[in-house]
């Protein structure tokens, strides 16, 4: 286990902004107003992040605050995986798994990492607290690269190993949504001895067999829908993942515009524009953990490793019997699956149905995110 600290050599952000400052805005359609986003990210949009990106974003400060909590790099099985590592007020007895996904990083949980682990700091009980353990993907920000597309069943396995034979935890908690919630599936599944208890917030390893109920099958349909207008980009990265790099490649601009507009179809738009659920530099900060890292190739790599492990339906028989919490957040990526469907594949204790928050619920709602798991906690002592 080795200390960690971001590091972003300047000559590199020079030649980023370099890069940035030289980009040529593509020909854009025509669009009514309030279309911006119709056919990708909005050209507006991005023309504004990229003058922000040159006149008004502070890397060091990025930087700074990324080194905010302490963080270590860890081997196992040859590949160096980066973590947060926040022991909070429960000092060792409550030790939670936090997993992001795509096209996020370990910085989707930064608003929420001290209320969980110091709770008493946030008008909160000490006993609530966790100690926290926030590790980047395999491929993705500061850990290690690859040497060719694994899918969240092997990250699952690294994580455990990480988690019991590097940080000691023989026992612990494990959250997550999107790549984070099949991490979390796969560790209850090939891992149970390890994990107490898991909690989603979004459905990636589905239960074995077909949706039989009215209500399963109005839900598959709608998945489908959803799959059919936004999934575009996971198909091409889980089929030709390196054709996209090519392009990608040297192109911070290009890499903005694909994952920002992520973060805008997939955000939780109904009661506040936008740009106000995501800073600018919230959303440069995550941007530059990619780009700084020469993360977007191998990000990408987890589709088509996904796909060559099979992960997304259980094998017939199979069920996760960890105890299994999923709270429901008003999701634009895909509609959450009745309860029914969950409960056909997972040992389902608890069920919550959130008012507000998106796709990236600890960075859209960190208040209900952070009550959310402490309650959850509680239900499982």
Not at 236 to 244: H, I
């Amino acid at each position: 286990m080795t200390p960690f600290e971001v590091s972003w050599d300047e000559a590199k952000l020079e030649a980023v902004r370099d890069r940035v400052r030289a980009f040529r805005m593509p020909v854009t359609p025509q669009v009514l107003d309030g279309e911006g986003w119709r056919y990708g990210c909005d050209p507006a949009f991005l023309e504004t992040l990229r003058q922000y990106w040159l006149d008004g974003f502070d890397a060091r400060a990025a930087e700074r605050e990324l080194n905010r909590f302490p963080q270590v790099t860890l081997r196992v099985e040859g590949l160096d995986l980066h973590a947060v590592h926040l022991v909070g007020e429960a000092e060792g007895r409550n030790p939670l798994l936090l997993t992001h996904g795509w096209p996020g990083s370990t910085y989707e949980f930064w608003q929420v990492a001290e209320p969980l682990a110091f709770p008493s700091r946030f008008g909160g009980r000490a006993e609530d607290a966790f100690d926290l353990v926030i590790p980047s993907l395999p491929g993705f920000g500061f850990s290690g690269k690859p040497s060719r597309p694994i899918g969240p069943r092997t990250v699952a396995r690294l994580f455990d190993t990480m988690m019991r034979e590097g940080f000691g935890y023989s026992r612990y908690l494990a959250q997550g949504g999107d790549w984070g919630a099949g991490v979390s599936a796969l560790l209850a599944l090939d891992h149970p001895a390890s994990v107490k208890g898991i909690h989603l917030n979004y459905l990636l390893v589905q239960p074995a067999g077909d949706p039989e109920t009215a209500e399963e099958k109005a839900w598959k349909s709608a998945y489908d829908d959803a799959q059919q207008r936004l999934g575009g980009y996971s198909h091409l990265q889980g089929t030709k993942p390196q054709s996209l790099a090519y392009a990608m490649a040297d192109n911070p601009m290009a890499q903005a515009a694909w994952l920002v507009e992520r973060f805008h179809d997939w955000a939780d738009l109904r009661g506040k524009p936008f740009e106000e659920v995501f800073t600018l530099d919230q959303l440069l900060t995550d941007v530059m953990i990619t780009v700084m890292n020469d993360a977007f190739p191998t990000a990408a790599w987890i589709y088509a490793g996904a796909a060559e492990e099979g992960i997304r339906k259980m094998a017939a028989g199979q069920r996760v019997d960890v105890p299994t919490a999923f709270s429901a957040y008003p999701d634009p990526r895909a509609p959450n699956p009745p309860r029914s469907w969950v409960e056909r594949g997972y040992r389902l204790t608890r069920w919550r149905d959130m008012p507000r928050g998106g796709h990236f619920a600890a960075m859209e709602a960190p208040d209900l995110f952070v009550e959310d798991l402490r309650d959850w906690s509680r239900s499982l002592a």
